[in-house]
């Protein structure tokens, strides 16, 4: 059985580090919320084996290229990158 997750603001955050805890094999997540939960050590980036970046070319057009730039740097350099 897949473990599935979402992560995004406006909902809160116990529900979805309780989630994160039970481990994730899919996690869906928008870029601020996701950086919440990494900064506070409940999602951790390193076993990342597929990263998926939809809207991509919307969220640079709204000036996130650094949130997405810290999420880069924090999933590791040996795994497969799809922009949508």
């Known amino acids: 059985r897949m473990n599935v997750t979402t992560i995004f603001g406006g909902a809160g955050m116990q529900p979805q580090i ?6 994730v094999d899919i996690l869906v997540a928008c870029p601020g ?6 900064d506070a050590g409940h999602a ?3 076993a990342v084996e597929v990263l998926v970046l939809d809207e991509a070319d919307r969220m640079l057009d709204m000036g996130f290229l650094p949130q997405m730039k810290r999420i880069m740097g924090r999933v590791p350099k040996q795994r497969q990158t799809l922009l949508f």
């Open 18 to 23: 309780d989630n994160l805890r039970r481990g």
């Open 33 to 38: 919320r996701l950086l919440d939960h990494m």
């Open 44 to 46: 951790k980036l390193d």
